[in-house]
């Protein structure tokens, strides 16, 4: 597992849930992702926390487009 990952003091993993996700294509050659998320003490229809990515390539945002379909298909598949 990556060590990147932020762990609270128990060694768990911190994560935050996502409140959506924004796309807009740069310049016809950039995916732009925004991905809005709560911290605690959040409402639920104001999220103060969000991550702003860039993928460069049309080639990467496929390959992060199949990782994400392998990870749903593998939830899928756990709950059968």
Known sequence: MNEA???DDKGKIVVFPLMGYETMVVEN???ALRLP???????????SGNIQLIISNAKDAREFARDILAAAERIENAKA
């Open 5 to 7: 990952w932020i762990r």
């Open 29 to 31: 050659r950039a995916l």
């Open 37 to 47: 998320f709560m911290v605690q003490g959040d409402k639920p229809d104001m999220p």
